[in-house]
């Protein structure tokens, strides 16, 4: 019998990272907006912007895609702080778009083995992102949909990490509490201590951190299951 029942990965960072980095599509669509903010300086605002909207703010507020999509206007804001009024709608709308492109993301090499194995012995799979309906839009053109059993995202959960209410309505959503599953049954997987792991811990799952060394990462992670 499998250890859980379910196996819930991050997405970014964990499956998939964007390629180019994020700095360098936000540097470039700066750039040509008239932003005289170097890369280094982009780099440091967008990790700054991103740190405060999702793990400062209040993060017991719900959202959904509109407030995912206002969220990620603030971090384009913030990231790129001397674009011109007359640019920023375009700016923000070329960077929505770039990251809703599955030519943006690069598989992690190790991930569609790991997948296939843990699926093999039992395993139901999903993906829980703070993400929003591109998401799914990116695994389908990967081809990659089929490969999970859900998709679990902030923006039709109502919750975003590190709310442990992201966790209660990701189980809500599976089921696990109308099968009778304990939550511990229920084992998560990310690259974030606190979104990924401590809230999981909370909210009753089991949670194990992903330290991104290199691309065998997550294989070595799992191979106890």
Do not use: C
């Given at each position: 019998?499998?250890?859980?029942d ?10 998939m990272?964007p ?52 969220r ?70 990967m ?34 509490t ?14 974030t ?16 951190l ?16």
């Amino acid at each position: 019998m499998p250890r859980y029942d379910w196996i819930l990965f991050d997405f970014t960072g964990t499956l998939m990272t964007p390629d180019p980095e994020p700095a360098q599509a936000y540097y470039s669509a700066a750039k040509a907006s008239g932003s005289e903010h170097s890369l280094p300086q982009i780099r440091d605002q967008l990790k700054a912007a991103m740190k405060r909207h999702f793990f400062q703010a209040d993060i017991d507020l719900p959202t959904d895609e509109a407030g995912e999509y206002r969220r990620w206007r603030r971090i384009v804001a913030d990231a790129i702080p001397d674009l011109p009024d007359e640019s920023a709608d375009n700016v923000f709308d070329s960077l929505w778009n770039h990251f809703a492109s599955a030519e943006t993301w690069r598989l992690y090499d190790d991930v569609l083995p790991t997948i296939g194995r843990l699926r093999s012995k039992g395993y139901a799979i999903a993906v829980a992102s703070n993400f929003d309906r591109r998401l799914p839009i990116i695994l389908h053109d990967m081809g990659l949909i089929d490969q999970f059993n859900d998709v679990l995202i902030s923006s039709r959960l109502g919750w975003s990490k590190p709310s442990t209410r992201f966790y209660d309505a990701a189980v809500a959503r599976l089921g696990a509490t109308l099968r009778g599953t304990e939550r511990s049954r229920l084992l998560m997987i990310g690259d974030t201590k606190r979104g990924d792991v401590d809230a999981a811990r909370e909210a009753g799952l089991d949670a194990r951190l992903l330290v991104r060394g290199g691309e065998n990462a997550l294989a070595e992670l799992t191979a106890d299951l």
